[in-house]
């Protein structure tokens, strides 16, 4: 048996796979990295899953910080693996710079989070059992900053934590209400992972919740007539012909799983896939939406409600539509190693 056989079939943690919500469990290790004096230390796994911080720590003060998400997951074969953690990476590096945070290079992200996962191989839920490990790389300024201005000092960590399906008892169509909040300011910070715009969004959805909406649709925050995203997903439509239309803007977070739809949806499903400004009076000449990231891959939405106008998709309100769903299986067929990946999309852990 070679070494990678042998530490894939390592004891694995005494858990109910089956049964995991979509929350935190501890792990063992999690991997931490210090920026001080103009540069990053090599990093280490440790045990200690808490951080002690100054009071006047520049994230508490400022809220400076940014963070990225994916999944590593165990495969037909038994291979433990994550789906195109460079492009992770890369999203990192680019919410540091616009955050005024030093670069923890992508190279090193990936090989981070290559060791936190390694390390906590037990806890990578077996194949066929609907659940992932959740990987939550994130970055914030640790020293005390009591003026406005970037930190001097930062922490970048990356947590684990297995989490089962993000929607327990199956897939089932979402609605959701077009809101009055904006998302992002013109020319802000739409377009990066950083913890203040997820903040800004709390208040949004838990008014969403209480009005009986699963979701928001955010409009552009200049002209509010065209669609933008959720406050954790980007948005993906489908035309009555079968053509894929994704909304574009500067303020939307560059998804990874929107950005691998779009390559399934034209290399695997031989789908017509534009990619343009949507506006939302067009919505209601769609035949299919679905919300995309990393959580739910796609979550279908079966009604949108403009104020008192209600958008329902001829796909219905009780499963997936027909394209929709081909997207779902084929792009989760990729990650579970049921179909053959592009080069490059599947990083092997072991």
């Known amino acids: ?5 042998r530490k894939i079939r390592m004891e694995k943690k005494n858990i109910d796979w089956g049964n995991l919500g979509f929350g935190y469990i501890q792990t063992d290790k999690r991997y931490v990295s210090n920026f001080k004096d103009g540069a990053w230390d090599e990093g280490t796994l440790t045990d200690d899953a808490n951080i002690v911080l100054n009071e006047c720590a520049g994230v508490l003060q400022y809220a400076q910080t940014i963070f990225e998400g994916l999944k590593a997951y165990t495969t037909e074969e038994g291979r433990i693996v994550t789906f195109r953690p460079d492009l992770n990476g890369e999203r990192m590096e680019n919410s540091a710079r616009r955050l005024e945070m030093p670069v923890f290079p992508k190279e090193r992200f990936v090989e981070a989070v290559t060791k936190a996962v390694a390390a906590n191989a037990a806890y990578v839920p077996p194949f066929g059992s609907g659940a992932t490990l959740y990987v939550r790389p994130y970055m914030f300024g640790s020293n005390p900053v009591i003026g406005v201005k970037p930190a001097d000092e930062y922490q970048f960590r990356i947590l684990t934590t297995p989490v089962g399906p993000y929607f327990k008892g199956g897939v089932k169509p979402l609605t959701i209400c077009v809101s009055d909040f904006d998302r992002a300011a013109p020319h802000g910070t739409g377009h990066i992972k950083a913890g203040l715009n997820y ?5 949004a959805i838990m008014e969403a919740h209480r009005a009986g909406f699963d979701e928001n649709m955010y409009l552009d ?33 560059p998804s990874i799983t929107r950005r691998s739809l779009m390559v399934v949806a034209k290399d695997y499903l031989g789908l017509e896939v534009e990619e343009r400004e949507v506006l939302l009076e067009e ?4 035949a299919e939406c679905g919300l995309c990231g990393t959580a739910a891959v796609i979550s279908p939405v079966g009604k949108i409600v403009d104020h008192e106008r209600e958008i329902c998709l001829p796909s219905g309100m009780s499963e997936m539509g027909e394209v929709t769903k081909k997207l779902y299986d084929t792009l989760t067929g990729i990650q579970m190693g049921r179909i053959e990946a592009p080069e490059g999309w599947i990083h092997v852990i072991e």
């Open 1 to 5: 048996m070679n070494e990678g056989k």
């Open 199 to 203: 903040a800004m969004s709390l208040h």
């Open 221 to 253: 925050p200049a002209t509010r007539t065209k669609v933008e995203e959720t406050g954790g997903a980007n948005f993906l439509f489908v035309t009555k012909d079968k053509k894929v239309v994704i909304p574009k803007s500067e303020s939307i977070l």
């Open 283 to 286: 919505v209601k000449d769609f």
